[in-house]
C-alpha cells in the first residue's frame, strides 16, 4: 500500500530522537507492558533512520500482516516505551520520540511525544504515514489522510474499525479495533506521565461532541502491510555512543533497558 507523509499538540518541528529495531515478537493484542524489579540487557539489530542530541533510532521490517494488527503492534511498541508527554514530541520524524519544544513537558533533554506525534507514531509503524516524515498538528494529520482518501468522516464500524477522534488545534487520539489509544485524554490513562500508551480509563473524551470522528477506509484496513518496528535509544549524554553513525548505515547496538521500559544504548557496532 502507499506510505502516506498526531489537550496540547499543535507544532510541527523539534528534534527528535529515534526508535530502535526490536527482537521479541509483539503480539497483534494491545498489551500494556509488565514492570520488573530489575534493569535487564538486551540487543537489537537494524538500519539507522534518525541520529539526534541524546538518542538514536534504529528500523527493522518485522513482516507482513494486516494493516489493523501493524496499528496494533506499532501501538504497543510506543506504549512500551514509556514516553512521557513532550510538546512537539514526534513530530521532526515520524514514529521516532524527540525533545520537542518549550510547552508542557520540555526541558531540553527529555524525549517524548505530544497527541498528534503519537498518534503519527502508531500509523507510520504500519505504513498508512511516511516513517520518519515531518509530522504537522492534529488538524494537518486530518487533511492530509482526507486528501490521500485513507480516511472519511465519521466514526467506524464492523467487526475491526479504526477511528481517528480529534479536537482540532487542540488534541487527538484514536480507537484501533475497540481500544483507545493516546495521551492523556483528561481522565487518565497508561502512562502516568501523560506520556502515548493505551488508554485505561475508557477514553471520556470519545462522546464529546467537540471530536471529530473519522475512520480508516475498509479497502485501507483489508490490505496487508509491512510491519516497521522503530525503537529509540537514549545515550544520556554519552556521545562516543553516536559518533560515526550514518542514516542507513546496519547496526548492532547493546542496550539496556529500565523496568518501565525505557533503553539506553550501551554500545553500538
Partial sequence: MRRIAAILCALVGALLLPPAAALAAVPAIPTVPTTTSTTVQGHAAGAVIG?????????APAGRMSVVNALIDSANLVTAGDFPYVYGGGHAQAGIASIGIKGPGYNGRRIGFDCSGSVAAVLAGAGVWQPTSGVPNDAGIITELLQQHLIARGAGRGATEVTLYDDPGVHIFMNVDGHFFGTSDGGGGANPAGGAGWLDDGAPDATSHVY??????LPVIEQQTTFERIFTFQTTGNASVTHGLELGSDVHVGYTQTPRGRMTAQGVS
Avoid: M, P, Q, T
Fill in 212 to 217: 471529530k470522528r473519522y475512520h480508516l477506509l
Fill in 51 to 59: 541520529v539526534a542530541r541524546g538518542s538514536f533510532a534504529i528500523e
